[in-house]
């Protein structure tokens, strides 16, 4: 079982790829655990208007407890 999954909340303790974004929130993108490509890292993303999705590892990021939103299905 991967420690994170797509839209769990999570606080950026640091960050290598970006260190504006520390001290941040945002959400996982990854639908499934991180490979080769991005070497283990986690995509990040809406952590801020001008800060672009950032790749963390595991141990830079801390869950914040927030359940990831559901999409609406009212049609």
């Not at 769990?8 to 001290?23: K, S």
């Not at 655990?33 to 830079?60: F, Q």
């Amino acid at each position: 079982m991967s420690a994170f999954q797509a839209g769990d909340e999570v606080e950026i303790v640091a960050c290598e790829d970006d260190p504006r974004a520390v001290g941040r929130t945002g959400r996982i993108v990854d639908e499934v655990p991180p490979g080769p490509l991005t070497e283990g890292r986690w995509t990040v993303g809406g952590i801020g208007l001008l800060i672009a999705p950032v790749l963390c590892h595991g141990h830079e990021l801390r869950k914040t407890g927030a359940q990831p939103k559901r999409q609406s299905r009212w049609w």
